[in-house]
Structures are given as structure tokens and as C-alpha cells.
């Protein structure tokens, strides 16, 4: 029994160690475009040559991304694009839509801090993983001008290259999808740890 808990606990680390691995990638990309100073004007005034110039269709295809979002400083979306290539469909993050409640509540928190934020949110389209960088010039100077959001779906071939790395078959799930099949205290872990592993049969 005991081995069976250092083996799970090493399968949970090393699926921890790549959804970290994801968020900082996510970041690098995310943060370089909101540092940039033709997003910051874009921000005051938005332009269809920016727009067709700088912010390619198919949410930026070359780094495998599903959603980006340009916020303005007063929470306005000035951009909205989504798209799932597992799926070969464009997708929207409706706000209305009950299932993105923890995704638009996760985006706007903070929001006028100058500092990048990354969580794993559920979606109507599934559990993300997103970044949301500050809108600033690129000597980082202000005021803050709105809010980049980059993120990718957790979509089944996302799964299945986790599943190939540890060996074992695995499903990571936002908070708000397991959060009713857990007790009192695994629901105060799993929102303080933002993790936790809970093994089946399977």
C-alpha cells in the first residue's frame, strides 16, 4: 500500500511539473504581447490593420493556443477569438454562459494589478489553462491599459500527451467540474491548493 501512494504521489508531481511547464510557455507568449507598444495604443484605439497584421486568425497557430482576449482598462473585450483544433471549429467564451462563470469572475480578480496571473478555469468548450498579462508599455511604464488573456484547452490530445508521459491515463478537470463529488474538506484543499489528485479504479 505504501508503494502504491510514493507511486501516485510521483505520477501527480510529474503532471503538476507539466501543466507548470504549459502556464510558463503560455506566459512567455502572452507577456511579450502585452508588452508591446502597438498593443497599448491598440488598447486607446482599436484598428482592423492591427488586428489583421498582429493578431493572426486561429489564435496564433505557431504556438498551438486556443483563446486571445484583449481586455481594456475598463474591462471592455476588444478582441475576442477562440479556436479548437481538436474539434477544427472557432469556439467563444460567451460571459452569460453559466459554465464560463469561473472563467470571467478568475479574469477580472486583480485585474488592475501590474502583474501576470495564470489559473485553470472550466469552460463551456472545457477546463482551460490561462494567463492574463497587464497591458503596459515596453519599459513596463503605465498606467495599466487593459489586460492580454492567452490560453489553451485541455482538450483530449492535451490528455493523452500527459497520459504518455507519465504512463498512466490521466483527465485533468477545473475546480468548478469535480468540486460536488468532493467533501467539505477536500473542497477547502482542492480552492486553497488550486490540486488535487483523486485516483479511481481505472
Known sequence: MEQKHVTTKKVATRVAEMVENEKKRITTICFDYAAWDV??????????????????????????????????????????????????????????????????????????????????SAS??????????????????GPLNGRVIMGRLVNPGFNERIAAAVQEATALLAPEQVAGELNDGQVRRLYRDRSLLKETRN
Do not use: C
Open 39 to 120: 498593443m497599448y495604443d491598440y488598447a486607446n484605439k482599436q484598428t482592423r490593420e492591427f488586428e489583421s497584421q498582429s493578431l493572426p486568425a486561429a489564435v496564433i497557430p505557431e504556438y498551438d493556443l486556443n483563446v486571445l482576449l484583449v481586455i481594456n482598462r475598463v474591462k471592455k473585450t476588444i478582441y475576442h477569438e477562440g479556436y479548437d483544433r481538436s474539434r477544427r471549429r472557432p469556439v467563444r467564451f460567451d460571459p452569460g454562459h453559466p459554465k464560463n462563470a469561473g472563467l470571467w469572475r478568475s479574469l477580472y480578480a486583480d485585474f488592475d494589478q501590474p502583474s501576470v496571473r495564470s489559473f485553470f
Open 124 to 141: 463551456e468548450h472545457g477546463p482551460l489553462i490561462i494567463v492574463s498579462a497587464p497591458i503596459l508599455r515596453t519599459d513596463a511604464s
